[in-house]
Nanobody, 127 residues
Framework: QVQLVESGGGLVQAGGSLRLSCAAS????????MGWFRQAPGKEREFVAA????????SYADSVKGRSTISRDNAKNTVYLQMNSLKPEDTAVYYC????????????????????WGQGTQVTVSS
């Protein structure tokens, strides 16, 4: 029912920045908690950041805390992940995810807690 399309990935040098976007359609965006995950080759998908549908509560993985900011614009049905000071270890396919919730300030860390996923966007950080 909900379709998610990521964009904004690409090739950047270490220390650079990217802003990933996830455009949602097919549902009531403001009622969905959103998350960003990433998966590097040969590794498990890992949590990056999450945001409640109110936008008032956010959470970050330790690996990106202080370098990344998750935000959303419900009027545009879009969630963003601003990433600064990128490192080669940030190289991965980045996925956005959505889960319907009645709790305006709730977010989720586990991939299994999300219902809908985008196809991913590649982020490559060169040394």
């Amino acid at each position: 029912q909900v379709q998610l399309v990521e964009s904004g990935g690409g090739l950047v040098q270490a220390g650079g920045s990217l802003r990933l976007s996830c455009a949602a359609s097919g549902g009531t965006f403001s009622s969905y908690a959103m998350g960003w995950f990433r998966q590097a080759p040969g590794k498990e998908r890992e949590f990056v950041a999450a945001i409640s549908w109110s936008g008032g509560v956010t959470s970050y993985a330790d690996s990106v805390k202080g370098r990344s900011t998750i935000s959303r614009d419900n009027a545009k049905n879009t969630v963003y992940l601003q990433m600064n000071s990128l490192k080669p270890e940030d190289t991965a396919v980045y996925y956005c995810a959505a889960r319907h919730t009645f709790y305006m300030n709730r977010y989720y860390h586990a991939s299994g807690e999300y219902e809908y996923w985008g196809q991913g966007t590649q982020v490559t950080v060169s040394s």
